[in-house]
């Protein structure tokens, strides 16, 4: 690091499997240092913060109090969204949130009209945006007429209590397909309206304490008159999976998952791998834009991230009502 340049000093929210991601990442980086971890509890707090050097805070007042920050990570539940983003308003420090912003709409767009007045940074962790297939993927479309895509989230029932609840999650298409969501609205434009079937086929529900849609599809109609289909399931058994999203276009075939990017064109098909780390290079991104105020490496913020997240709401209230919703801002 350049002599001179200050040590960005990070705290983050949670303790789970993404805090951990963030935290290594975080200090693995020159110039940066995490210094202090909020939990449910002091004692997970601390048991964490003790591999990082840091401090472990059960409340985040006090480690807000305690602490000079220059940043923070939020990785919570969605239902726990609302009064951790305005504590950070009101003291006006910079924010990554993990997806999604909440179970409804009301509490993000409340936050949004703050952060919009405060012109605060803010990076959302949509990291599909950030792999190299991604970036291909976008310019290919740039350049070839299409027509439709087609995406698909098929997995197993995540193994902690609140996703299985419709007020701890959202139900799957809001905290999980909604990363197709936004790889759709970052390539192919900007979505008007939804309609949605959601199903309870799981024969355990009851057993399970699964409260949200086990299966669902929802169509959606992009401004340029584009369409697109994504389905989801979460009662797969667990290691049987399939995620990725496929463009249709006049050139052939453009289909993409996590880890390649695959061009089928009339005698040829052609792959790439992901060879990145999206986690990092969104971290290094938001980092970018705390220390020196130029937030264009930033590919998802909130303002960004609340449209994607209208249309996953939206489509729960379409599966809910039975018809169309047409998305409003």
Known sequence: MSRGVKTMRIGIIGTGWFSKVHAG?????EGVQVIA??????????QMASGYSASGYG???DMLDGE???????CVPPLAHGEVERQLLQRKIPFLVE??????????RDILSGIQSSSLITSVGYHFRYMETSLRLKEALARQSAGMAVGQWMGSMPQVAWWRKQAGSGGQFIEQTTHLVDLLRYCAGEVEEVQALYGQRMQRREELGVEVADVGTVSLRLRS???ANISNTCLLPTGVSRVGLTFYTEEGMLDWSPERLRMSETG???????GSDP???ESAAFIHAVRTGDASRVLSDYADAFRTHLVTCAALESAAAGRPILISE
Do not use: H
């Open 59 to 61: 409340q985040l007042s």
């Open 99 to 108: 997806k999604p912003l909440g179970i409804g709409t009301e509490v993000p």
């Open 225 to 227: 008159g584009f369409i």
């Open 37 to 46: 971890i909020c939990g449910t509890s002091t004692e997970k707090a601390q």
């Open 25 to 29: 990442i975080l200090s693995g980086m």
């Open 268 to 274: 040829q098909t052609t792959e790439w791998p992901n």
């Open 279 to 281: 986690y990092a290079l």
């Open 68 to 74: 000079r920050l220059d940043a923070v990570y939020i």
